[in-house]
């Protein structure tokens, strides 16, 4: 009876082991099917990378209609993909921008592609995003039937160029102010010397090499008492608080 039953324990492990490796062989050549499936018809993976991108996709016909979008364009502009299929390119775009876009557009039959153009687009709730496309044409039959625009968002870029420029303008004129004296200043007629705006007289290359000052005379209390020894101190003073 013991053997019996070791028996029969020892024939269904066997089924068992058998069964879990045909299992394991069926899920991998299922496996194995699928990729092959996959890699047979790259439409599918063409799709996928279209609806996952991280940018804007948009596949426009010959008259820049709107003939597919990718999910990123639908959450980028507000329209869902019915309502970009009834739309052209100047229907979301600056009236002032058709003339570009046209021009980039020709680009396009002319050399298959244009790199790189900086405008703008309409989003559905009336904002306008500062975008940049990269555009390639579709061919069938050797002709170019339509294009292929990849559109990125960079609003946050322009605006950060503005800024930076904006602060470099302003550190610029800051600069200005401090470099730059303006105004009337005094010159001593004898020694050259430059009284500044604190009453303090200096060498004038101190002061000319950044200067856009007019200049006036005057004469100094050191050169005073060398050209005048003879006058007494009370008049080198008040001559020099007039000067003031």
């Known amino acids: 009876m013991n053997s019996l039953n070791i028996g029969h324990i020892f024939i269904a492990g066997i089924i068992i082991i058998q069964a879990v490796i045909i299992f394991t062989l069926l899920r991998k ?23 996952n991108a991280n940018d804007a996709i948009f596949v426009l016909d010959k008259k820049q209609n709107y003939i597919d979008v990718n999910q990123k364009a639908v959450e980028l502009f507000g329209y869902s993909r019915e309502e970009f299929l009834q739309l052209n ?16 557009f020709t680009k396009l039959f002319k050399k298959g592609k244009y790199e790189k153009f900086e405008g703008k687009q309409k989003t559905k709730d009336g904002r306008w995003l500062d975008i940049e496309v990269n555009s390639s044409a579709i061919f069938n039959d050797g002709k170019i039937v339509g294009s292929r625009d990849i ?4 609003t946050d870029r322009k605006k950060q160029e503005k800024e930076r420029n904006s602060l ?20 001593c ?3 050259k010397k430059i009284r500044d705006e604190q009453g303090y007289w200096n060498r004038v290359e101190s002061i000319t090499q950044h200067s856009e000052a007019e200049f006036t005379h005057g004469c100094c209390p050191d050169c005073l008492k060398g050209l005048y ?4 101190d009370e008049i080198f003073n008040e001559i020099d608080s007039k000067t003031d």
């Open 89 to 104: 390119v100047r229907d979301v775009i600056p009236d002032t921008q058709v003339n570009n876009s046209d021009q980039e």
């Open 29 to 51: 050549d299922k496996r194995l099917g699928l990729f092959e499936n996959y890699r047979e018809h790259p439409e599918g993976k063409y799709a996928d990378l279209f609806e």
């Open 168 to 187: 470099i303008t302003d550190l610029k004129a800051a600069l200005d102010e401090i470099t730059t004296l303006r105004g009337m200043l005094q010159i």
């Open 151 to 154: 559109v990125r968002d960079i």
């Open 229 to 232: 020894p003879e006058l007494p």
């Open 189 to 191: 007629v004898n020694c």
